[in-house]
């Protein structure tokens, strides 16, 4: 079967391995043949090079994994030890072990649920980041009559902008350094703001501070301390980025004076949430095609995760299909 591995920082080497047996899993676990693949943001470290992620590292997931670093992914079950999915299902989900990125995927079945059949490979690849997207939106107070505002305008920051506008806010802020203006307003965002997000703070009034803050860049210290310092009095602010580093120096001053509530935290209840997105992709039709800009054939991995590194306003959600 084929198989892709980062041989060195932004270099896949495409192999070919034995396909795992049917007899090799063990309870609760699926095999899959891949079908489509989607690119996250938090995939884009190992294929830079981050540290952990290079061959010949002795960290988790090192690169050297066949499969690394993909984990939304899109299969049919060609097996399965577990009691919700059956051979010839189509399902959508988590490969568990971050190596989606190879013809025959094992993964945890509770991370996989089944989607609406009318929906292609490459569009039921957006249930998965959506799935996530829904699980933060339960964690925070209601939205309805809520001002906003979403840091990072990417694939996560833009399926955020959209639950929180169908949700009820009142206005939504949409924040990134890549232009948006065209996109946003499809999305629910009220107002598109192209700056870096210290920049937005410095220039924001009192009485524009949002009562929710979404951190959705990822892969950076400061941006946290920027949604801190952008909340409203009694506010809250949810990082949903990748933490990168162990630890993030906040201003407690601040979180102190202005009665603020930090949260985050991973999606949990995964079979749950993604029947969830099914339902909301269903309710939302526009969704998804909206959604995804870019498909590439398993043959042009490379070329997709150059094109995911590089910023773009018309680049939202990149998917690979077999």
């Known amino acids: 079967m084929w198989s892709y591995r980062l041989v060195a920082p932004y270099t896949f080497e495409r192999t070919e391995l034995p396909e795992p047996s049917p007899d090799s899993l063990v309870d609760g676990q699926v095999l899959l043949r ?23 590292d002795t960290g988790m997931r090192a690169a050297e994994m066949h499969g690394f670093p993909i984990h939304e992914v899109v299969g049919e079950v060609l097996a399965s030890r577990h009691p919700a999915h059956r051979q ?40 998965q980041p959506l799935a996530c ?8 107070p209601n939205l ?19 639950v929180a506008k169908a949700a009820g806010a009142e206005h939504v802020t949409g924040v990134d350094p890549v232009d948006r ?11 598109v703001v192209r700056a870096s997000s210290d920049r937005w703070v410095s220039h924001l009034k009192p009485d524009d501070r949002p009562d929710i803050v979404i951190e959705a860049v990822g892969h ?9 310092e952008a909340a409203a009095f009694g506010g809250t602010v949810f990082y949903f980025g990748v ?33 969830a997105a099914d339902a909301y992709a269903r309710a939302h039709p526009e969704l998804l095609t909206t959604y995804l800009t870019h498909t590439f054939g398993v043959d042009e991995v490379q070329a997709a995760f150059e094109l995911a590194c590089r910023p773009a306003p018309e680049r939202i959600k990149i998917a690979i299909v077999e």
């Open 181 to 191: 203006d065209e996109i946003g307003k499809a999305f629910g965002v009220d107002t």
């Open 34 to 56: 891949f079908l489509a693949a989607g690119i996250c943001g938090s995939d884009l470290p190992g294929f830079r090079g981050a540290k952990g992620r290079l061959p010949g």
């Open 220 to 228: 950076q210290v400061a941006t946290l301390n920027h949604s801190i």
């Open 243 to 275: 933490a990168d580093d162990d630890s993030y120096p906040i201003s407690m001053r601040t979180m102190l004076r202005n009665n603020l509530t930090l949260k985050s935290g991973v999606t949990l209840d995964r079979r749950r949430v993604l029947d």
């Open 88 to 127: 010839g299902d189509h399902v959508v989900g988590w490969a568990s072990g971050f190596d989606g990125l190879m013809e025959r995927v094992v993964a945890d079945g509770n991370g996989l649920a089944p989607y609406d059949p009318a929906l292609s490979p490459q569009l039921a690849v957006g249930l």
């Open 133 to 140: 997207v829904l699980y933060a939106i339960e964690q925070l």
């Open 144 to 162: 309805r009559g809520r001002r906003v505002a979403i840091l990072g305008q990417g694939s996560i920051g833009l399926l955020f902008s959209y």
